[in-house]
């Protein structure tokens, strides 16, 4: 039994082109090589000889003008380029090693960025048509001077952009700018998951349910779900998938279960509508984005960095996006096209995603009051939420003992035992 496996293929080569550093480069490269024989030939129409006419003070004169300015644009724009390039790798490297490897995909697929080294490449690029096109005007050639003008107005717009690249990639490498934004971006899957409707009771009684095994190895990303649906629909059939969003998956793992069998075929086709891959990507998954922060915290708490400062602004941007997922079930419906419930989603656990989180910042943090109090003072807030039912009230004091064992254990200073002990009583 094989899957088809042309929308596997496609489907990594897309993500893993548009979150590389030369998507937008490639694109602005290609619209302004295509511009630039249209601009030679625009010379020839009388609208640009007309403008060149009237105000001739802003064009080009002579052959070596012309000429020197192309040479100059090109060579100038070089060495913004590799000045931008050199600076774009000190951040990944600080980044990768103050910060965590992780953050890098974040930084190096910022569109600010790309846009800013795609008008470098594309400029060079149009100059360089540019002046290849140029002929002398006495061995009968026309001087471009409509030309010359929009790689000059280019020129002037890169600098524009390298002022406004220094400034963001300054703000890039700060650890506040980085955890404020993988935490936005966390935000919005979380919301995104929330819209699902993932609050309302699900049929879970699939015990007899038969098990489809996964033809692929790979992490779990997502599927196509008008596609799966509308088999579903035809085939009358419901589904359950039996692992989370980002789980790793090897060949021959239980991943689906159906309330009836499918031949050989049809199963294929349904495990076809699902896509794995070899990374992670916060775009399909918010547990990335919680994992992510906590591997900041965790690098910030090693003894090369020793920054409990970052841990704690962790903690408190981990406390809200944990706000926003209680209450949550298990388990998402999803209905076809009639209403009629099609797919059962399995979702992160509340008490698995809580443990699994903040496990590593509590073991790296243990000896530390100042991270264990951060720790606490996180979970009596979330117990303090309306949303907080009695399956996230356990969770969290579960949790709290956890705590409040390991740092008793590691501490011996009495003072920071009994304040510490004092915060875990709140709740």
Aim: aromatic share 10%; proline share 3%; glycine share 6%.
């Amino acid at each position: 039994m094989k899957i088809k496996m042309l929308p596997q293929i496609l489907y990594k080569t897309s993500i893993g082109f548009y979150n590389s550093i030369a998507f937008y480069p490639l694109i602005i490269s290609l619209i302004l090589f295509i511009t630039s024989p249209a601009v030679i030939l625009l010379e020839r129409s009388a609208f640009v000889k007309t403008l060149t006419e009237e105000y001739s003070f802003l064009f080009v004169g002579s052959y070596e003008n012309a000429r020197a300015i192309l040479t100059t644009l090109i060579a100038g724009t070089i060495s913004l380029m590799v000045f931008s390039f050199s600076m774009v790798m000190v951040v990944l490297n600080q980044a990768s090693t103050n910060f965590s490897p992780r953050i890098i995909p974040g930084v190096i697929s910022k569109k600010s960025h790309q846009i800013v080294l795609g008008f470098y490449i594309g400029t060079i690029i149009y100059s360089l048509i540019l002046i290849h096109s140029l002929t002398p005007v006495s061995e009968g050639g026309e001087l471009p001077r409509f030309g010359v003008l929009t790689g000059e107005t280019l020129g002037v717009f890169c600098l524009t952009l390298f002022v406004f690249f220094i400034h963001s990639i300054s703000k890039s490498i700060q650890i506040d700018n980085i955890i404020v934004s993988i935490k936005n971006n966390t935000s919005k899957k979380v919301e995104k998951f929330n819209s699902k409707g993932n609050d309302k009771p699900v049929v879970t009684d699939t015990e007899n349910w038969l098990e489809i095994k996964s033809l692929l190895s790979g992490h779990y990303r997502s599927f196509e779900q008008k596609d799966v649906l509308k088999f579903l629909d035809k085939k009358d059939i419901h589904i359950m998938i039996l692992h989370k969003k980002g789980d790793f998956l090897l060949e021959g793992t239980p991943f689906l279960k159906t309330n009836r069998k499918l031949d050989e075929k049809d199963a294929t086709e349904l495990l076809g509508f699902f896509i794995f891959h070899e990374k992670e990507y916060l775009s399909e998954n918010y547990f990335y984005g919680f994992k992510q922060l906590s591997e900041v915290a965790v690098k910030a708490l090693s003894p090369g960095i020793n920054d409990p400062g970052t841990a704690v602004m962790v903690i408190n941007q981990l406390t809200d996006l944990f706000s926003k997922l209680l209450g949550k079930r298990e388990f998402t419906q999803i209905t076809g096209s009639e209403g009629n419930l099609r797919v059962i989603e399995t979702n992160w656990k509340f008490e698995d995603l809580l443990y699994r989180i903040f496990a590593p910042i509590q073991l790296y943090g243990k000896n530390d009051p100042i991270v264990i109090s951060a720790l606490l003072d996180a979970m009596n807030i979330l117990l303090l939420q309306e949303k907080c039912n009695d399956e996230n009230n356990r969770a969290i004091k579960n949790q709290i003992e956890v705590i409040i064992e390991d740092f008793n254990q590691a501490t011996k200073n009495k003072m920071n035992r009994r304040i510490v002990n004092k915060k875990a009583e709140k709740n």
